[in-house]
């Protein structure tokens, strides 16, 4: 089993990072929202999409959205947020299910797809980072919108913190990171009633270069580059985050 389908199926991952929770996720989904100004019900792919904390809001919001994770466990939780809220339709408005990303998307054309909070690069071979994109790239509609919220790989090299421990939910969570080649690993370890647990993460440093390419081969354009959630500029040296915007052409 590869580190990403057993790591994000446990409750351990949710707990460690339970701060990132529903008030940073609606504020950065307003902020977006506004940026995009997507028509009220345009359809929205949530890519990867976890708990579904952006999910549910933009539901909120007024769009139709599909929530895809390859976590069984995210999904089946996900799963009683799942209602009809369109007065005009019987059809639910959110929906969610199990879907691996480098698969094709089996839905309508959408108007947006976004893969947030760092979804992306944990696959070894770059065959699969394409097909990311090329799943993406078809499943929208001409002019769609692609947003790719990444790391940002020379903030975070330069900002690595090596080793701390977490404390959640009475449980000690010690945390190690480190460069290797073009990864980064974060090397997760804690106790369970004395019983000792172990998972990483492996997250590859892509570059701008590289996501432009990717990007480029499909046929999106990049229009916009963010550095943090507050949606300000993108800046190489000081930005904590990537936060790339698409467009179909
Ligand atoms: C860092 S979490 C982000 C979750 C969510 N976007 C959020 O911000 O709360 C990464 C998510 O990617 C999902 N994931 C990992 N590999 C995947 C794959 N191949 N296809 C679809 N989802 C995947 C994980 O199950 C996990 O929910």
Redesign the pocket.
Known sequence: M?W??SW??TPY?HLL?SN?DYTE?ENFITKLTQELQLPQSSKII?????????SVFLNKLGYDVLG????QQ?IDFDKQFETSTSLSSSEPTLRFKV????NPIDSEPVDAVF?????FG??DDEK?DRNVFKSVYNALKSEGFFVLDYLNEEYVTKNLVPETTIQRGGIDFHISKKIEGRHIIKDIRFEIDGEPKHFFEKVKLHTLETIENYASECGFERIKIWGDYQLNEFQKEISPRCINLFKKK
């Open positions: 590869e990403f389908e994000f199926d991952y990072y990132r996720a949530d890519l990867a999409c976890g708990k579904g904390r952006h895809l994770d390859l976590s995210s879907h691996d990303m480098r893969n947030l909070f760092t979804s944990y696959f699969d």
